[in-house]
């Protein structure tokens, strides 16, 4: 990864982790501290604490989000698992979205679900790298490897790329409250 695209890496407002400081800190690959409290104190939070924070998600794709928000800019963490989470779930949502509004299969040569998937793809891609103020729409669909017509994604499918957004929303709500009730129920320990 550049060093350029690596600094746009989880610098969407959308993603914003509301304890991301808390749980990127001490995150990396170094030993553990196993202090169990000196004098009375509570134990000092740690880097299982934290991971703890994200394997509580109650939501899986949450979980998944989360993962690669917290070490998806560290070179040597696979993040290619959580990612196709994700887009799995986004692409289900979008066809959910497409059968209650009657849409069928684009004039083009895509099957729904590869477009959905392609289009989850891309929506992932460039919310993780907060690319979207980069490329045009037409930018957007040849770097995502859609071959479909500008207009033909802005006046029919750029709808479902902003449902996948409002989903993209909904799970940074919950891993926002999860891990937010974590961090609480952790200094009332």
């Not at 808390?22 to 553990?32: N, P, S």
């Not at 679900?113 to 891609?125: C, V, Y």
């Not at 103020?133 to 790329?161: A, C, T």
């Amino acid at each position: 990864m550049t060093n350029l695209l690596a600094k746009r890496f989880g610098t969407s407002p959308r993603l914003e982790l509301l304890s991301g400081e808390w749980l990127k800190q001490g995150m990396g690959v170094k030993t553990g501290k196993f202090d169990i409290g000196a004098g009375g104190l509570p134990p000092e939070v740690n880097w299982e604490d934290k991971a703890a924070a994200i394997t509580l998600i109650k939501s899986k794709t949450g979980k998944a989000l989360a993962s690669l928000l917290v070490w998806g800019d560290n070179e040597r963490y696979d993040w290619s698992e959580s990612f196709d989470d994700v887009v799995n779930h986004l692409a289900a949502n979008m066809i959910k979205y497409c059968l209650e509004d009657d849409r069928g299969a684009p004039k083009s040569k895509y099957t729904l679900n590869e477009l959905a998937f392609k289009m989850a793809r891309m929506t992932l891609h460039f919310e993780l790298y907060n690319l979207w103020p980069l490329y045009s729409v037409e930018g957007r669909l040849l770097f995502s490897g859609i071959d479909m017509s500008p207009n033909s994604y802005r006046q029919i499918w750029s709808k479902y790329q902003e449902k996948m957004l409002d989903d993209i929303d909904y799970l940074m709500s919950f891993i926002n409250q999860d891990v937010a009730s974590y961090r609480y129920e952790l200094s009332n320990v």
